[in-house]
């Protein structure tokens, strides 16, 4: 089984806003990323919210996911993802890390580098796009003890991705957005007018 991870956890410091919970198409930005995961060939998807948890929550009540917070979320994303990975069950066989500000994923996209995975024998496979390398990333279960041993004070997850590069295969996507994300008020706006366009 493959689960999904959904990082939500941030405070959105140069956002300005909450951007887990922008308007995004018909819904926010978060549920859009979940519905697109929902629809893809992930089977279980877990939130990891921190920051203005229960705004998170509130928005994603009639979704089907889990909902963990991460009471230590200004530590970094690192914390974030060792929230997630601590919490999976032994059935877990790997995990897709999903940034919460990437609406434009689609779910096959997704698909494509779940079966990558399956197919490749490649314990992580990373999404490029016209060669540079984005999100969401897979990682086999048998890095989970590997990212929970990361310092939370100046460790990061690419510390497993440098010391594991034969382990590697990175997947071209034909889609822009696995390496595009909404950091400022700009983005998100030029996210939304390209929505509005399609």
């Not at 959105?12 to 951007?19: D, E, F, N, P, T």
């Not at 790997?94 to 779940?114: K, M, S, Y």
């Not at 990361?150 to 990175?170: P, T």
Request: hydrophobic letters at 40%.
């Amino acid at each position: 089984m493959v689960y999904a991870i959904v990082l939500a956890a941030g405070e959105s410091k140069r956002m300005g806003a909450l951007k887990q919970v922008l308007p995004f198409g018909k819904s926010t930005v978060i549920e859009t990323i979940i519905t697109s995961l929902l629809k893809s060939s992930v089977d279980r998807v877990m939130v990891v919210a921190g920051y203005k948890a229960s705004d998170v929550r509130e928005v994603l009540k009639e979704s089907e996911v889990e909902i963990r917070v991460n009471e230590n979320y200004k530590k970094g994303m690192l914390s974030s993802i060792k929230c997630g990975v601590s919490a999976f069950p032994q059935d877990a066989e790997a995990f897709l890390i999903c940034l919460c500000d990437q609406p434009g994923i689609r779910p096959e996209n997704i698909d494509v580098l779940i079966d990558s995975y399956r197919k490749s024998g490649k314990g992580i496979i990373i999404p490029t796009y016209k060669g540079k390398r984005g999100h969401p990333v897979i990682f086999d279960r048998k890095y989970i003890d590997e990212i929970l041993g990361l310092n939370e004070e100046d460790g990061e997850l690419r510390e497993v991705v440098w010391k594991n590069s034969k382990d590697i295969l990175e997947v071209e996507i034909k889609n822009s957005a696995v390496v595009e994300d909404m950091d400022y008020m700009e983005d998100y706006k030029e996210l939304v007018r390209i929505v509005k366009e399609e």
